[in-house]
DNA sequence: ATTTCAGGTATACTATTTATACCTAAAGGC
DNA sequence: GCCTTTAGGTATAAATAGTATACCTGAAAT
């Protein structure tokens, strides 16, 4: 991603390596950057994690939005779910190796947005 | 944020250090994930770009995406506009000294981005 | 009998993002 | 002179995303 422009002879601009549509770090982005997804996968960090235990770890966020968010990264290979019991229905999700490589990026934005006292 | 979640003699859950409202990760985020935020911060890393070519490089960001961006960045200390010349309107926009301290950040998201192919 | 837990889904509403067109003023082509 | 392009945006409407609230099934505890 060197994008730069340049002028022809007749000063009309044109975009060198543009990012035509979401370049690398929008698509990045668009998968750990969703709302409440990097929390998420943080969260999942330490090992699984039910449900309901998710919903209660993140004040803020509704049941259907951490639903959606975990099916996206369930959907991506990054989450894992399991069925660990039903009749008394019970799941739980944890991180896949794909999913536990998103966790150094997310330390670093930990501590940046702490450093900085991002709010 | 080490939340976890302790079971009283009761069985009743409660969450211990819940993120209660965004916790660091989701307030870094609110500032650096937003939807084009992290490629705009990015294209300024090698100096002052003006909007109309920051429009170019964003190839599928609009002009009011792009101008509510950087107007929030600005806001927060991140960019700095200057007005090189009126008249003929022209402003460039560059990274301050906190705008540049999330760009490690973004770096390890490109290439996180490139190695898992993120699409 | 009522409440609590699990893991969600349904509905309605609000906020954010996108697409498209337009504005002022100056310069270049024909 | 007339039309197009450039700069840096703004206005309007439509589409998409997120939030709040209530509700569902089935079992266990009060």
């Known amino acids: 991603m060197k994008s730069r422009i340049e002028t022809d002879g007749y000063g009309r601009k044109k975009v060198i390596d543009a990012c035509m549509e979401p ?3 929008e698509r990045g982005m668009r998968i750990i950057g969703g709302k409440w ?3 998420l996968i943080y969260h999942l960090k330490d090992g699984p994690v039910r449900f309901n235990d998710l ?3 993140l004040g803020g966020a509704t049941k259907k939005m951490i639903d959606q968010r975990l099916k996206e990264l369930e959907a991506r290979g990054m989450v894992l779910r399991t069925v660990i019991n039903d009749r008394p229905i019970a799941v739980t999700y944890e ?3 794909l999913g536990r490589s998103a ?3 997310l330390e670093d934005l930990r501590l940046w947005s702490e450093k ?3 709010r």
């Open 23 to 25: 370049c690398a770090i």
């Open 95 to 97: 991180l896949t190796e």
């Open 55 to 57: 919903n209660r770890m």
């Open 103 to 105: 966790l150094d990026i």
């Open 116 to 118: 900085y006292n991002i």
């Open 37 to 39: 997804t990097g929390s």
